[in-house]
């Protein structure tokens, strides 16, 4: 029975460590990050649609996210992780890495610029999307590859 037990409690502790090592793939870590992009995104065009009402702190929260993920991201592709993890990168991005990193350095740029001046009512939120928004789709034209 302890035997049992105990086996059980290595397999679990094995399954766990997989999950743990997946987590700090670049693959897995750049999803995450887009998935905050998104959320952050989806967020701040609520507000300017009218479906949520104006809020300061979401819109702050949001475009701090975009900023801060905008830093980081481009250093999420290192050599190798062209793959795995149902990556939807597209090889251009080790192909072409300057421009990969001069949208994701405009992208961090645009959501600086619009943190820095608040946008103060849902008129403004929708500005600022207007700033923003064509940075995500003109990378993912690029740079993704949508499965």
């Known amino acids: 029975?302890?035997?049992?037990?105990?086996?059980?409690?290595?397999?679990?502790?094995?399954?766990?460590?997989?999950?743990?090592?997946?987590?700090?793939?670049?693959q897995v870590v750049r999803q995450d990050m887009m998935k905050k992009v998104g959320g952050a995104m989806g967020a701040l065009a609520g507000i300017a649609k009218g479906e949520k009402p104006y809020d300061a702190e979401i819109v702050k929260a949001s475009l701090t996210t975009m900023s801060e993920v905008a830093k980081a991201f481009p250093d999420q592709f290192p050599a190798g992780?062209?793959?795995?993890?149902?990556?939807?990168?597209?090889?251009?991005?080790?192909?072409?890495?300057?421009?990969?990193k001069a949208k994701a350095a405009k992208f961090g740029t645009d959501a600086d610029t619009v943190l820095a001046t608040l946008p103060a009512d849902q008129a403004a939120v929708g500005a600022a999307?207007?700033?923003?928004?064509?940075?995500?789709?003109?990378?993912?034209?690029?740079?993704?590859?949508?499965?």
């Open 1 to 26: 029975m302890k035997l049992r037990i105990l086996a059980a409690a290595v397999a679990l502790a094995a399954l766990g460590a997989g999950a743990v090592v997946a987590a700090d793939e670049p």
């Open 81 to 100: 992780s062209e793959t795995g993890h149902e990556t939807e990168a597209s090889p251009k991005i080790w192909e072409t890495m300057d421009d990969f």
């Open 129 to 147: 999307l207007g700033v923003i928004g064509p940075n995500c789709a003109g990378c993912h034209e690029v740079y993704r590859v949508k499965k």
